[in-house]
């Protein structure tokens, strides 16, 4: 089915042309900010971007702007903006922002992450999971997810400099309050380099 964007607002080519519904099969318009259209042809399967990286790295920044920039299409009456899954985003939800990590109220984050995702896929919605993901066995845990899915699976790594790190540490925290230990970023950076990019070429983004 053809969507069109207006802004953040869509509507079907059928509501504009009341033609065959057939006949949009397949396509989608979109609206750029001038006066011009542009079409390109629209495959409905649906797409999962994990994102990899130390903490202050960037993802859940251009997380954000990622889905503020994705148009809306329609699918019936499923809507495709991708939708954003975050561990640490559920532990500033149900935690607040002075939460310490433990057994038993990790096993409840992981409890709320994994039926997030399973709604999601279970309504083929778009999907980007911003975790950290620089350990293999975690990365390759949230790929093999999707393997036996119609997603389309993307990785985007996001690699930064320590000493960058450390500076957007400090300066999240006099922002924000939110803290992490400087050994714990060194210890997920090491992690980031020792993961082999090669293993995942195929989804890089």
């Known amino acids: 089915m053809i969507s069109i964007k207006v802004s953040q607002t869509a509507m079907t080519m059928y509501d504009l042309f009341p033609i065959a519904n057939s006949f949009w099969d397949n396509f989608a318009i979109i609206i750029p900010e001038g006066p011009f259209l542009r079409f390109k042809t629209e ?25 503020k920039n994705e148009y809306i299409r329609y699918h019936g009456e499923d809507i495709r903006i991708p939708r954003i899954i975050s561990r640490d985003k559920i532990r500033l939800d149900t935690f607040g922002i002075k939460y310490k990590q433990n057994n038993k109220d990790e096993q409840l984050v992981t409890e709320i992450f994994d039926k997030m995702i399973t709604l999601c896929i279970d309504n083929k919605l778009n999907i980007i999971i911003d975790n950290a ?71 890089k983004l």
């Open 133 to 203: 993901h620089t350990v293999a066995k975690y990365l390759n845990a949230s790929i093999n997810r999707f393997k036996s899915t119609d997603y389309t699976i993307n990785v985007k790594f996001f690699d930064i400099p320590l000493w960058l790190a450390y500076y957007r540490n400090i300066t999240r925290r006099w922002r924000t309050g939110k803290w992490i230990p400087f050994n714990v970023i060194k210890r997920m950076k090491k992690n980031f380099k020792n993961l082999n990019k090669k293993d995942y070429a195929k989804y």
């Open 43 to 67: 495959e409905m399967k649906p797409t999962v971007i994990i994102l990899c990286g130390i903490p202050t790295s960037g993802k859940s920044t251009w997380a954000d702007s990622y889905q």
